[in-house]
């Protein structure tokens, strides 16, 4: 069974920095590529980037970029996102979705991290 | 970056009713296209991919389908538990876009 297991929900304080962890289990990790993506409460659903889990090479949304860092642990089949300086507009919940790359779409995702940016 | 135009923003249906949820890129996508449900609180579940091929484990009263350049979910004879909110992908080109969301209630 496929699972993605997310970190748990984070406070932090404006201008720092978040690494929020997926770690998943029961397909080859290797093999796929991982998306992280953003939604603000009530709001859509933004794509951040990816990472493709055998050797971490990387695509970003332009938005994004310099806000989000995408790595990879194979030994442990998990995927990171490094937020940085962050925000009030940061607030949110983040999933990290296995990337059918080929077919352009999210086959399963994690169950989401909520992230408070507040003082 | 590609928009997606999703309609209705919101529908309220009945039970057993058939509902179709229509999305419209804005430039060509082939088929790269998928629908997703949101129930509060969870992480969106893929229904549809490619345009028209259901996930696995997805009911078959949900369908897909592609018109020109338009796309469209329905769900037959509608349930209690597919009220939640429906999302179209669009995956052809970088940055992949969601559409804005329908909001599917019972009536």
């Known amino acids: 069974e496929v699972q993605l297991q997310q970190s748990g929900a984070e406070l932090v304080k404006p201008g720092a920095s978040v690494k929020l962890s997926c770690k998943t289990s029961?397909?080859?990790?290797?093999?796929?590529?991982m998306s992280w993506l953003k939604q603000m409460p009530g709001q859509n659903i933004e794509w951040i980037g990816n990472?493709?889990?055998?050797?971490?090479?990387?695509g970003y949304n332009q938005k994004f970029k310099g806000k989000a860092t995408l790595t990879v642990d194979k030994s442990s089949s998990t995927a990171y996102m490094d937020l940085s300086s962050l925000t009030s507009e940061d607030s949110a919940v983040y999933f990290c979705?296995?990337?059918?790359?080929?077919?352009?779409?999210?086959?399963?995702w994690g169950q989401g991290v909520m992230v408070t940016v507040s003082s | 970056d590609i928009q997606m135009t999703q309609s209705p923003a919101s529908l309220s249906a009945s039970l057993e009713e058939i509902v179709t949820i229509t999305c419209q890129p804005s430039?060509?996508?082939?088929?790269?296209l998928s629908w997703y449900q949101q129930k509060p609180g969870k992480s969106p579940q893929l229904l549809i991919h490619?345009?028209?091929s259901l996930a696995d484990g997805v009911p078959s009263r949900f369908s897909g389908s592609r018109s020109g350049t338009q796309y469209s979910l329905k769900i037959n004879r509608l349930q209690v538990e597919d009220t939640g909110i429906y999302y179209c992908?669009?995956?052809?080109?970088?940055?992949?876009?969601f559409g804005g969301g329908t909001k599917l209630e019972l009536k």
């Open positions: 979705a296995r990337t059918q790359n080929w077919e352009g779409c999210f086959d399963y």
């Open positions: 029961g397909y080859t990790f290797s093999n796929y590529y």
């Open positions: 990472i493709y889990g055998g050797n971490g090479g990387t």
């Open positions: 430039q060509d996508i082939g088929n790269y």
């Open positions: 490619s345009a028209t």
């Open positions: 992908l669009q995956g052809y080109s970088a940055p992949w876009t």
